[in-house]
């Protein structure tokens, strides 16, 4: 009895992870698709690297010297380069539900939901082209930071580290952009809510100025704010050297990626 026991087990085991593999393998073909698409038109990435540019020359260099925004010693053009990079991928990934309002009214979606592929499969990976886009706009501000010399700590650990946020934070906010467009269901309504959404959360939280001196309001609200986390931490390991709330950090930010895509992946089929 034992025996059948524990061969029951191990079948059970081994079912679990054939899905599992099956599951992983169907996200990796459908984000591979979604690569595909950039590779053909990367024009979306060069149009929006405009933005973290102007920011960083105009806004950076001017309030550098008027110093009038407390740093901690830091030069402000490198505080608040973490937050250019981190607004810029929340910027290229709040949008991505646009696509996949795109690829319904073209019928493509209905096509997809017909497919024997596990609904989170196609959340997972749709997060992982836009985790790819993240990247690149990684890439351009760091190069931008290069040529502008600014004072950045340039160890392999931190780049790659903070190319695992920035991967961490395209992922949430493209699942989040697909709870939108699930609710939203037109892309009029989509553009709408998105511009309102992206600028109070860039504004609310720490990419620009340091949450203490926010009025007390304010410090609720970023406290709260996505992007807040992932700016600690990009400045904790580009910037401070100041990692000592960095798996707090992390785990909240790995929260909420865990929750946006369940929440991405029930909504789902609405979209047909």
Not at 224 to 246: C, D, F, H, K, Q
């Amino acid at each position: 009895m034992k025996q059948e026991g524990f061969v029951a087990q191990q079948d059970v085991s081994s079912n679990i992870f054939r899905k599992f593999l099956k599951w992983l393998n169907d996200s990796l073909a459908l984000g591979e698709m979604e690569i595909r698409r950039i590779r053909h038109d990367p024009t979306d990435i060069f149009t929006r690297a405009v933005q973290p540019i102007l920011w960083l020359l105009v806004f950076g260099e001017t309030f550098t010297k008027i110093k009038v925004i407390p740093t901690g010693g830091v030069p402000y053009i490198a505080f608040m380069t973490p937050g250019i990079l981190s607004q810029s991928v929340m910027f290229i990934a709040i949008f991505y539900g646009l696509t996949l309002i795109w690829d319904r009214d073209q019928g493509i979606v209905q096509k997809f939901l017909a497919l024997p592929v596990a609904r989170s499969a196609f959340v997972v990976g749709r997060t992982m082209g836009a985790m790819v886009r993240g990247l690149s706009q990684a890439v351009i501000v760091l190069l931008l930071a290069l040529i502008l010399r600014i004072p950045i700590r340039w160890s392999f650990v931190n780049i790659i580290g903070t190319m695992g946020v920035v991967m961490m934070c395209a992922a949430f906010f493209s699942a989040f952009s697909m709870i939108l467009a699930a609710l939203m269901r037109t892309r009029e309504r989509f553009m709408g809510i998105g511009q309102v959404l992206t600028m109070p959360l860039f504004f609310a939280s720490s990419a620009i100025y340091p949450i203490s001196i926010m009025p007390d309001w304010l410090k609720v609200v970023a406290t709260i704010n996505p992007l807040s986390y992932v700016v600690e931490i990009l400045r904790g390991l580009l910037i401070t050297s100041n990692l000592s709330n960095i798996l707090l950090d992390l785990s909240i930010l790995f929260g909420m990626i865990v929750l946006a895509i369940m929440i991405a992946t029930k909504l789902y089929p609405r979209l047909a």
